[in-house]
């Protein structure tokens, strides 16, 4: 176990390999992260995961991606737990917020941590609650859902803008493609009306984001989404404000296993939460 303060501490921008290690590390707090993540969320700022070394080994990892405009997003704040209390979180974060200068920051906590963030000038917006369950579903039959293929990308782009509060194409073109991940979206008189992503965890599936304008084309994404792990696990990050996403969860057999406090430090962003049944990822928002 290397000794040491938080002065020797060596922040790096984080490699491929240091990011699937502080996602191994996240699926060791039970955070439970997709298989394939690590690329999109490179691909969203590659120099946005910051990861402290004692000498040659990684102890403490953060995630301060930096959207286009005056957004940023903070996760992945992990100390290893053989080096916790020291300073070295700390000492990271302090490196981290600094990266993100006068952007408006968002965050995912974990419900212990929130006064600690509150300290760093956060405000609670909403929880987010993780619902989880095996429900047997089979794909629903409606002309309205299509996988999205590259001839319908560019309109979940643009229908995704309004969800998050910067542009954040290159994660998302990321996040759709078909190679580890299922997009579909629900189009209608050839408006899409919403869209949602499954992906394989370390355990079950995780479908994020769900978005929709409307309880009945939430549902049916839902199903076709859930229908894909045929029959395994499947979570959903919801905001806990919308009464219609809580309700769909239930519906379909789902329950609380796992919350976190939606935090800003600045103005609050005006997103549409009552169309979002489910956000993307605690770790980019």
């Known amino acids: 176990m290397p000794h040491g ?24 707090e039970g955070w439970n992260p997709g298989l394939n993540d ?27 991606v930096r959207y286009a405009g005056s957004f940023g997003f903070l996760g992945l704040y992990i100390v290893r737990p053989d080096q916790r209390g020291r300073g070295f979180g700390y000492r990271l974060w302090q490196a981290g917020m600094a990266s993100l200068e006068d952007r408006i920051v968002g965050l995912d906590g974990v419900v212990a941590q929130q006064e600690n963030y509150r300290k760093s ?56 493609k078909p190679d580890a ?37 939430a549902d049916l994404l839902f199903q076709a989404l859930a229908a894909e792990a045929k ?8 905001p806990e404000p919308n009464e219609a996403a809580v309700r769909l969860a239930t519906r379909h057999g789902l329950s609380p ?12 962003p005006d997103l549409p939460l009552s169309k979002t049944y489910g956000i993307t990822t605690f770790e980019l928002g």
């Open 181 to 217: 991940r299922t997009a579909i979206a629900f189009v209608e008189d050839g408006t899409i009306k919403g869209y949602g992503v499954v992906r394989t965890c370390r355990s079950g599936s995780k479908v994020g984001p769900l978005f929709a304008d409307g309880e009945r084309e």
């Open 231 to 238: 029959g395994g696990a499947i979570f959903l990050d919801l």
């Open 257 to 268: 296993v796992f919350e976190t406090a939606r935090m800003y430090r600045g103005e609050r």
């Open 121 to 176: 000038g956060f405000v609670l917006a909403h929880r987010n609650v993780r619902f989880g369950g095996t429900p047997q579903i089979e794909t629903p039959r409606s002309e309205g859902l299509r996988r999205v293929s590259p001839e319908i990308v560019e309109a979940v782009v643009t229908y995704d803008r309004p969800f998050f509060p910067a542009p954040r194409e290159a994660f998302l073109r990321c996040w759709l």
């Open 5 to 28: 303060s938080p002065d020797d501490l060596t922040i790096r921008v984080m490699s491929r390999q240091d990011l699937d290690l502080a996602i191994d590390w996240a699926a060791a």
């Open 38 to 64: 690590a690329a999109c969320f490179q691909a969203a700022d590659p120099a946005g995961f910051l990861m402290g070394w004692l000498g040659e080994e990684p102890i403490v990892s953060i995630s301060v």
